[in-house]
């Protein structure tokens, strides 16, 4: 299974809005509806910040939304805020033998 | 509040066994839909899950790694345990455990382990 792909970087100016991709295949984006997003901070564990494709758990800041469309899904961060600099990872379940596959993840630099 | 905290070795030798161990508490491995993971990340690279165990002691493993993995449960102690044989230098991580609910929701983290593998 090979990992999701994804921007190795992406940037904005702070209270601009930023989309970041995440293309995988009918074996896993595409076939079903179980695609998270984390947040990563130098030094830290990975916060979820999406899962299910659209959802957002209690604690997340509304400027985070998830969306899909066929193989590829996406993140977008509006109005954003310095706080929101991180590395940022997909992942999506990919069957009951490959649970979950992740993306190479996204460098967000806020400008 | 949901806390997990992996605990093991921090250095290995090459070709010698990984035993890491995740202590969790705030919520059972009995609950249906729940399971823990084990996520690694190379210094720099990205994040590579690598097994996850379910509340019904169903188990699955990265395919490119599952010769080498085993992983299991002390329901009692709340606690997950992955082993990894062979280690090599490539293996060189940090190793998060997570809860796991869903289908690949990692909702819980722990705070990671770093293993470096080093003769």
Redesign the interface.
Same mark, same amino acid.
């Given at each position: 299974?090979s +990992?999701l792909t994804q921007p190795a970087s992406v940037s904005g100016s702070p209270g601009q809005s930023i989309t970041i991709s995440c293309t995988g295949t009918s074996s896993d984006v595409g076939g !079903?509806h @179980?695609v998270?997003w !984390?947040q990563?901070h130098p030094g830290k +564990?990975?916060?979820?910040m999406i @899962?299910?494709v659209t959802n957002r758990?209690s604690g997340v800041s509304n400027r985070f939304s998830g969306s899909k469309s066929g193989n590829t899904a996406s993140l977008t961060i509006s109005g954003l805020q310095a706080e929101d600099e991180a590395d940022y !990872?997909c992942?999506? !379940?990919a069957g009951?033998?490959?649970? *979950? *596959?992740? /993306? /190479? /993840?996204t460098k967000l630099t806020v400008l | 509040q949901i806390t997990l905290k992996e605990s093991g070795p921090t250095l290995v030798k090459p070709t010698q066994t990984l035993t890491l161990t995740c202590t969790f508490s705030g919520f059972s491995l009995s609950t249906r839909g729940v399971g823990v993971?084990w996520?690694r990340q190379p210094p720099g690279k990205?994040?590579?899950?690598l097994a996850?165990l379910y509340w019904d002691d169903d188990k699955?493993y990265?395919?490119s790694l599952k010769s080498r993995l085993t992983i299991t449960k002390d329901t009692s102690k709340s606690q997950v345990v992955l082993t990894m044989t062979n280690m090599d230098p490539v293996d060189t991580a940090t190793y998060?455990c997570?809860r796991n609910w %869903?289908? %690949?929701?990692?909702?819980s983290? %722990?705070? %990671?382990s770093l293993v470096t593998v080093s003769s």
């Amino acid at each position: 299974q090979s +990992a999701l792909t994804q921007p190795a970087s992406v940037s904005g100016s702070p209270g601009q809005s930023i989309t970041i991709s995440c293309t995988g295949t009918s074996s896993d984006v595409g076939g !079903y509806h @179980y695609v998270s997003w !984390y947040q990563q901070h130098p030094g830290k +564990a990975p916060k979820l910040m999406i @899962y299910e494709v659209t959802n957002r758990p209690s604690g997340v800041s509304n400027r985070f939304s998830g969306s899909k469309s066929g193989n590829t899904a996406s993140l977008t961060i509006s109005g954003l805020q310095a706080e929101d600099e991180a590395d940022y !990872y997909c992942s999506s !379940y990919a069957g009951d033998s490959t649970p *979950v *596959v992740f /993306g /190479g /993840g996204t460098k967000l630099t806020v400008l | 509040q949901i806390t997990l905290k992996e605990s093991g070795p921090t250095l290995v030798k090459p070709t010698q066994t990984l035993t890491l161990t995740c202590t969790f508490s705030g919520f059972s491995l009995s609950t249906r839909g729940v399971g823990v993971g084990w996520i690694r990340q190379p210094p720099g690279k990205a994040l590579e899950w690598l097994a996850l165990l379910y509340w019904d002691d169903d188990k699955g493993y990265s395919p490119s790694l599952k010769s080498r993995l085993t992983i299991t449960k002390d329901t009692s102690k709340s606690q997950v345990v992955l082993t990894m044989t062979n280690m090599d230098p490539v293996d060189t991580a940090t190793y998060y455990c997570a809860r796991n609910w %869903g289908l %690949g929701n990692f909702d819980s983290w %722990g705070q %990671g382990s770093l293993v470096t593998v080093s003769s």
